[in-house]
């Protein structure tokens, strides 16, 4: 496998990486202009706040924060509104618990939040959930059950663009490393019995906090060696015949000398990407970057 970056002038930056056979053109994702911060003050604030997920009708963001007060736990969904051309006043959402509730993210139709939390009932310690969208509010939360979840932590579910697999990372034995990326395909009843990314993507380090960009192939997720001490960083990967490629680290227009991770497709917009990094004064924000990405051939 070759890597290749090119340092393009201006704001776009353009990382090529090569997990295509002989002969075949690599596949390109370009990072287009810089990041912006979402809802300055609304909801990126002086508090930490994590993976942005904005509903296919851009009207509603939801976050997680893990120091923000006014929750019921030390790990909160947020939620804000649009409407009259701004963001309003973010409160915690309904289906928070007195645990952890963390990582949202809509489906691409807006009908489902997926999200993490070690509440009680679960299978261990950190569990995905669903809770239906219904109207301006939310059902109650289902466990994804045994197929999905295990004894250790999962984190950051996203649902594929057309609805058919599930990815997000786990601890659970048999892995590489400390977290592994895994996927799960939608069956009648649920969900199949998940299986570890194939290919080079899982490493000794952990690979976490991944979304599935708008051609429901291509990766965006985390690594860090030990993501308690170590920066981390974000890095695409692309697939191959061989299973994922081992990934290359985005530009400085996504990542910085602190940690960045995550990463959620805009379901409002599919051109774009959010993310969370360490930008401003306080902890982590919330940013969007827009992309392009063309594949072999193309």
Not at 94 to 102: K, M, P, Q, T, V
Not at 124 to 129: H, K, R, S, V
Request: charged share 25%; glycine share 14%; aromatic share 10%.
């Amino acid at each position: 496998m070759i890597l290749v970056r090119y340092a393009l002038k201006a704001a776009t930056c353009l990382v090529l990486l090569g997990g295509a056979s002989a002969g075949e053109q690599p596949a390109r994702v370009t990072i287009t202009g810089a990041a912006e911060p979402f809802a300055p003050e609304i909801a990126s604030t002086r508090y930490s706040e994590i993976r942005l997920t904005l509903s296919p009708d851009g009207r509603t963001a939801l976050w997680f924060s893990r120091d923000r007060p006014g929750g019921p736990g030390g790990y909160d969904i947020w939620v804000s509104r649009r409407s009259g051309g701004r963001w309003r006043p973010a409160t915690p959402v309904s289906f928070n618990s007195a645990g952890r509730d963390f990582d949202p993210a809509f489906s691409a139709d807006g009908r489902f939040v997926y999200f993490c939390s070690d509440r009680a009932g679960g299978s261990g310690a950190d569990d995905i959930y669903r809770v239906p969208v219904i109207g301006d509010g939310f059902g109650t939360p289902v466990n994804l059950g045994p197929e999905v979840n295990s004894a250790g932590k999962e984190f950051a579910p996203m649902l594929s663009p057309d609805g058919s697999t599930l990815l997000f990372s786990s601890d659970r034995s048999g892995g590489a490393g400390g977290h592994d990326l895994f996927t799960a395909h939608r069956s009648r009843d649920g969900f199949a019995v998940a299986r570890r990314l194939a290919g080079a993507l899982n490493t000794a380090a952990n690979e976490f906090d991944a979304t599935f960009l708008r051609d429901g192939a291509t990766i965006v997720f985390a690594r860090a060696m030990d993501f308690r001490k170590d920066r981390v960083d974000l890095l695409f990967a692309v697939p191959s015949g061989r299973g994922y490629d081992a990934g290359t680290r985005l530009p400085a227009a996504v990542n910085n000398d602190h940690d960045t991770y995550g990463p959620m497709l805009d379901w409002s917009d599919r051109s774009r990407l959010t993310f969370s990094g360490e930008r401003g004064e306080g902890g982590m924000d919330l940013y969007r970057v827009r992309y392009r990405i063309l594949h072999s051939g193309g």
